[in-house]
């Protein structure tokens, strides 16, 4: 069983950064994919970004590509996602995502373990 608690939620201002954070317990083998993902209200859940395990493969969404940076520290066993040049439209609630398959996915059924999620709000 894998728990994941994220933090490092809050307001800011468009322009600005935030670094999210995900702690990691449980079960955790190295071909774990770890994702973000966020859902603003009336929204489906998007893709933000994942990070392989090992730390050699990520991939991000169209929307955040160039403004965030997703790694992951395996001493702390946290994955962070960096957050800069916020605009409103990231305002959202941000969640850790882990796929103990590895399968590289950009889609959120493919992640079986999430965590309850922390609030982002960029404003204007």
């Known amino acids: 069983q894998v728990q994941l608690v994220e933090s490092g939620g809050g307001l800011v201002q468009a322009g600005g950064s935030l670094r999210l954070s995900c702690t990691v317990s449980?079960?955790?083998?190295?071909?774990?994919?770890m994702g973000w993902f966020r859902q603003a209200p009336g929204k489906e859940r998007e893709f933000v970004a994942y990070?392989?395990?090992?730390?050699?493969?990520?991939y991000y969404g169209d929307s955040v590509k160039g403004r965030f940076t997703i790694s992951r520290d395996l001493g702390k066993i946290t994955v962070t996602l960096q957050m800069n040049k916020l605009k409103p439209e990231d305002t959202a609630v941000y969640h850790c995502?882990?796929?103990?398959w590895g399968r590289g996915s950009s889609a959120p059924g493919d992640y079986p373990y999430w965590g309850q999620g922390t609030q982002v709000t960029v404003s204007s």
């Open positions: 990070i392989s395990w090992s730390g050699d493969s990520s």
């Open positions: 449980g079960v955790i083998r190295t071909n774990y994919v």
């Open positions: 995502a882990a796929d103990p």
